[in-house]
């Protein structure tokens, strides 16, 4: 159950918001929550970039764990970065023309990139991060990916951690029921 | 309704700069009465806290155990706080594995309380649970527990009555149970205890309590000073090469440590129960509430080093991670040589013998389908608007775990009035109190748990069951490669953890959260083991 009396809390100002709301708040039931359960919460999708044939109608999607070799509850890095291990695969995909696809991991803001590696004849591949947010690109290299720098081939896919939704409370959303996959996913 | 300013002795808590008030909220104070220890008492009629002494435990001993009020000078503030024997921490106990002894506490302060003797597989009656395995000790009583201890480890001791404030307050201690192995650890050059805490304080000194009801339900009770074995200043000194077995115990109420050592590589020997099946080197120490873990350090480079939680704080404010440190305890190592090197042996992984034929014994049980399944669940009822608009906007990423009190105001103005903690039993479908399971000694049992990320605020939750032991099989359906005996494991959010308990130890039990905030907001519930 999820009984929240939305318009009238969304027509309220903050200033004259010093009330308790009517609210009771439930986990799990509903619909509406933008929430997934399990271990695919911190997973996500790559989306294509139509640029290359092919690959247009693909999907894909990366499996975020922990990794498997902490002792602890949770794998953490020695300074407080989440340490995932990554699975990463695509479908519908019918690359034609020479080159393969190579997985890499980089920041945000593109500053630090590692390769993850090259696809296998399956269009998956296994890899880890340790930063709390990344992006997960795919591109048409024409060889491996070389010594795994930079690509130099053209983005096929591309997604973001799920880190990456956290909101600013001074950007958007705040007073706006949005779609959570609004920023660039296929919701 | 919150009050519009702060009033019923509520100061307002610190804030962190970087992340605003929510507009609405100025002057807002908890739903609940404010609580401080020793309202009227001359503070300097109360006895100045000592240092933890340490008590060689001989079977058959008694141990006389007050619990008292404590005079305390935690970063320039005199406060009252709580003792054990008037000290902080409470008594180090040291025991040997297999001995009995008797504690005859007294209750010397205004509030009932019991003892919980954590982790410790001991006979029922003595767990110290009010309303389930005995009535509390009310002010001015004595109660006597008989401690035994069949297993080696790092155990604690620490009320069961609202632990939120007395625990907070100062009334834990370690109860170490050697093995009488002499070989049971590798060679270390001495030992060390860390008990690590936070307290939340402002320029008076200690912030309120709730008194009906815990404030802080959401996220539990952060606090912005940092304790190590009660001090703020905690320091050693070391020389170079020397090997240190550090026992470390998390009590706070709430946070999760992520504890480094520099740049000097941490060796993970022993956890709650006993020794993993084999060592292992790590980067850090991630230690929840209730936790204790066991590592050896060797200290290889003169100069001093920095024992720290090292952590990527959220900003929600901002939506960013950003890098914190707190300094924990400095070590000052010398230049001067320990004679006995002990590099050999440190460079070691040594394997557990005594675990092999343990987990073999049970491993037919590693891949049975689940015996009971639970979910934990949060439910919020008239939180002040504000809350429930900015926490409902925020729900896009949840972290998998809380390091830091992200949203101070919101946390604080949350009580056990409005914020209910849920543990449900999925297949049942009975949630909190409700839910009783039966087992007879000897059952081997594979509990599920999912820790829903599809509520209002969810949150990792260090889960601890009563008088038993249990395996963390699996998390995530990924195998556990390294296993050891716990009775308290962290469950971040979104997580699905197999746990396989030994129902060796018969009784009424608590299963439930160590934060303590949650444990009030209804986290919890009882099962009963038959004598076989």
């Not at chain 1, 020479?98 to 890899?127: C, F, H, M």
């Not at chain 2, 991630?286 to 936790?291: M, N, R, T």
């Not at chain 2, 440190?346 to 005594?354: A, D, H, P």
Request: with cysteine; aromatic share 10%; proline share 6%.
């Amino acid at each position: 159950m999820y009984t929240v009396y939305r318009v009238a809390i969304l027509g309220m100002s903050f200033s004259l918001a010093l009330t308790t709301s009517p609210v009771t708040l439930y986990g799990g039931e509903d619909e509406g929550m933008c929430v997934e359960a399990g271990v695919p919460y911190y997973s996500f999708q790559l989306i294509t970039t139509k640029n290359i044939p092919g690959t247009g109608r693909g999907r894909g999607s990366v499996e975020v764990t922990f990794s498997d070799n902490s002792p602890f509850g949770i794998s953490v890095t020695s300074d407080g970065s989440y340490d995932y291990d990554l699975k990463l695969s695509l479908n519908r995909i019918k690359l034609r023309g020479e080159g393969r696809l190579v997985a890499w991991v980089t920041t945000r803001d593109l500053s630090k990139i590692r390769r993850i590696g090259p696809l296998d004849p399956y269009y998956q591949v296994n890899g880890s991060v340790d930063w709390n947010k990344f992006l997960v690109v795919v591109t048409l290299e024409s060889n491996d990916g070389g010594n795994g720098d930079k690509w130099e081939g053209p983005v096929v896919f591309r997604g973001m951690s799920r880190s990456g939704m956290m909101h600013t409370m001074v950007g958007h959303g705040l007073l706006q029921e949005e779609n959570c996959f609004a920023y660039g996913y296929d919701g | 309704m919150p009050a519009m300013t702060p009033s019923n002795g509520w100061r307002m808590i610190p804030m962190d700069m970087n992340m605003p008030m929510l507009p609405g909220l100025e002057g807002a104070v908890p739903s609940v009465g404010a609580f401080l220890p020793g309202v009227g008492i001359d503070l300097a009629s109360i006895p100045l806290a000592r240092p933890s002494a340490i008590v060689k435990w001989q079977r058959g001993d008694t141990l006389d155990l007050s619990v008292s009020m404590v005079r305390r000078s935690i970063d320039g503030t005199e406060m009252l706080m709580f003792g054990y024997n008037g000290q902080y921490p409470g008594p180090l106990l040291d025991a040997i594995e297999g001995s009995t002894v008797v504690v005859r506490v007294r209750n010397e302060i205004q509030m009932p309380t019991t003892i919980h003797w954590h982790g410790v597989r001991l006979e029922n009656q003595f767990d110290g649970v009010p309303g389930l395995t005995q009535a509390p000790i009310e002010p001015g009583e004595d109660f006597i527990y008989e401690v035994k201890v069949p297993d080696a480890g790092m155990f604690w001791y620490h009320p069961h009555v609202r632990e939120d404030v007395q625990q907070d307050l100062g009334l834990y201690g370690n109860l170490l149970v050697r093995s009488p192995d002499p070989e049971y650890f590798g060679p270390a050059h001495r030992e060390e205890i860390l008990v690590v805490d936070d307290l939340l304080m402002d320029g008076e000194g200690l912030l309120p309590w709730g008194k009906e009801s815990s404030t802080h339900a959401l996220m539990g009770r952060f606090g912005n000073v940092m304790l190590v074995n009660g001090q703020t200043d905690h320091q050693m000194e070391t020389k170079t090469g020397e090997v240190i077995r550090f026992y470390i115990t998390n009590v706070a109420n709430s946070r999760t440590f992520n504890i480094t050592f520099g740049n000097n590589r941490i060796k993970l020997v022993a956890s709650d129960i006993g020794r993993y099946e084999r060592e292992q080197w790590t980067p850090s120490v991630v230690i929840a509430p209730g936790e204790r873990y066991v590592v050896d350090v060797q200290f290889d480079k003169p100069g001093e080093t920095v024992i720290a939680n090292t952590i990527q704080a959220i900003n929600h404010f901002r939506g960013e991670f950003y890098p914190h440190v707190d300094t924990l305890s400095r070590v000052m190592v010398s230049s001067q040589i320990n004679e006995e090197d002990l590099s050999d042996s440190f460079e070691l992984l040594r394997e557990n013998q005594e675990m092999i034929p343990e987990i073999e014994n049970l491993e037919r049980h590693f891949t049975k389908a689940p015996d009971y399944e639970l979910e934990t669940l949060v439910r919020v009822e008239n939180l002040p608007t504000p809350i429930v608009i900015s926490m409902e906007s925020d729900t896009l990423y949840v972290p998998p775990m809380e390091w830091n009190d992200a949203m101070p105001m919101m946390n604080w103005l949350s009580t056990g009035k409005e914020v209910t903690w849920i543990l449900k039993d999925k297949i049942s479908g009975l949630e909190k109190g409700d839910i009783h399971w039966e087992f007879e000694q000897g059952d081997i049992v594979k509990i599920r748990i999912f820790n829903s990320p599809d509520s209002f605020h969810p949150m990792n939750h260090p889960i601890h069951l009563h008088g038993q032991r249990f395996l963390v099989l699996n998390r995530d359906d990924i195998q556990n490669q390294n296993l050891v005996w716990k009775d308290t494991a962290i469950l971040p959010v979104g997580s699905t953890m197999d746990l396989l308990v030994e129902m060796s130890n018969p009784g009424e039990w608590m299963f439930h959260c160590h934060i303590a905030e949650h444990l009030h907001a209804g986290m919890s519930f009882n099962f009963t083991v038959r004598e076989y």
